[in-house]
């Protein structure tokens, strides 16, 4: 539309186009976003900009498991209460934060910061898995648990990881498909019902 | 939820706190926004941070229409080929654009930064309506064009402002209520239809 072409000072249109960047930000949120720190919020502004300023400079990748840390690696892998024969594999540090609020998981982590997607070019060399099979068979690694996310992508890269692994004489689990926590099967998708049907469990 | 809290090393979980300032960024967008700078585009962090500090220390408040500015008067409100009889009020700079991006006014503006917002503690005082009226009775403004949203609080801005303005003598107007250039009848609200047939006109 002719209105999400962008007109005003300088320094407001360099901003728009920067705020454009962010993942989910089309022009009129862009637009939005800066109006709003502009006028309501430029002690926010001036924080946001010092915060990605350091966190570019000061975070790098563990050289363990992929996320991101200030350290060579991170607190998780230098951890000695941590169970080193267990290896989980997630794609994104808010998929580890979640497996870490369940309280259920005393392992450590690979990060992928990424999925297998061929659609969108992005295949085994752009993930690097290179680097996930140099940490999975480091002697101490009995099983890797796979815990991907459970979309096309997601299950793309676990099938294709089990086999990589396997190959490995690696044991490989994925984490269980079923019905969610506190839902009611009315409300559930066909597809989870099937799933949870072929997994069916002893009660 | 306990996954929203955020886990992880001090510079990315302070820019996690500094993107969930943006509006509409809750603690999920924010993780995936910082998350995604830092492995896909570091540059791209470095030019918003950039940006957030220009764009804080250069503009300011055009002095007479309020509008984001590099100088004293903004450049709509310093070109000689503009109309000073016409006055449009409207609640953002992307409201102007939008007016601009019609190609049919040739006046100035007002921009309020705002509308009245009981609900939210916005009151005449918060916008600063004594400017507008400063504004609008420098002798020159003749008819002054309502143009805030056709929202609640838009639409009570409109009111009060009519009303405020009218009892300076000055000739106040409100952009045509109607149906939407292109629009086929039977998708239109049903609100929309009535205030279509209340100000009907000769075609």
């Given at each position: 539309m002719a209105g999400d072409r962008f007109v005003g000072p300088a320094p407001l249109s360099v901003l728009v186009d920067a705020l454009?960047?962010?993942?989910?930000?089309g022009a009129k949120s862009a637009q939005r976003m800066a109006y709003h720190l502009l006028q309501h919020d430029p002690h926010g502004a001036r924080m946001l900009g010092q915060a990605l300023g350091d966190a570019v400079d000061r975070l790098r990748h563990c050289a363990r498991c992929n996320t991101f840390t200030?350290?060579?690696?991170?607190e998780t892998c230098a951890s000695?209460?941590?169970?080193?024969?267990l290896l989980c594999v997630v794609e994104t540090p808010a998929d580890q934060n979640m497996i870490e609020a369940s309280h259920s998981y005393n392992g450590l982590y690979f990060v992928l910061m990424g999925r297998l997607s061929p659609l969108e070019g992005v295949g085994p060399n752009e993930i690097g898995f290179d680097r996930l099979l140099a940490r999975a068979t480091?002697?101490?690694?009995r099983e890797v648990i796979l815990a991907t996310n459970f979309t096309t992508e997601g299950e793309t890269t676990a099938h294709y990881l089990a086999e990589l692994l396997r190959a490995q004489g690696l044991g490989v689990t994925r984490l269980a498909r079923g019905v969610p926590a506190g839902s009611e099967l009315e409300y559930v998708d066909a597809g989870t019902i099937a799933w949870a049907l072929m997994d069916r469990r002893a009660p």
């Open positions: 454009k960047r962010l993942p989910g930000v200030e350290s060579e690696i991170c000695p209460r941590r169970d080193a024969s480091d002697g101490q690694v």
